[in-house]
């Protein structure tokens, strides 16, 4: 019986490609074209497409979920992937606030405005200043014309920890040494603040996420559909 003909686009690795075309064209149902240049960026594309269908899909079966829904496949896998990006964005963020929280942690919750209004009104310069317990005492030693006045914030293991108000003493403070921590743009409590902020977004955004992996079937039709068909809508 003679039936109609059908154009089937095969994808394969470029390592197995003769061994297929001769197990093709020994069946001896089929004719072959090689593809001409002209399709390479469809091909080029339409690989690009079975990448990012496969990863979405890994991710979705990290949810359990008896949901299922059908939907347009593109723009699933397309809102799919910006949830994605933006759940990385927000881990950065609070990785990044994690850290500056830990660094700041020791100096106790103070708020970094007020003390640059006070060095903008009184002309002094501020410095968080870490000293040794030598180098604290060559401090209250300093008889010199500059001005310089501190509060002790904290002490752990011989250190000082010390926010220190100068005037024309920054030479004799470099050359004491001790690490210095610039003057933070936030307060702890700013930074909690904000860290819990990036915490309910992450919430939100996982919930969108496990929303939309109840369109895994129709992810795993649309991929099955660059593999072996012509067309993929």
Known sequence: MIVPMSKVLVLAFHGIKDELVSGIRGLGVVHIDVVPKAEDKEITERLKLLGR?????????????SASADGGALDILEKYEYLLDKASDIDSKTVFLGAQYKKQSPWGDFDPEKIRKLVLDSGYNARLLTLSEKKFKALLKYKGEAEIFYEAVGRDNKNYRLLIFEKGGSAFLDALGGEEMPLPQLSLSALTEQIDKLKSEKEAVIGDIKNLSAYKETLIRYRSCLLYTSDAA
Do not use: N, W
């Open 53 to 65: 269908t496969g990863r979405v899909i890994k991710d979705m079966q990290k949810y359990k979920t």
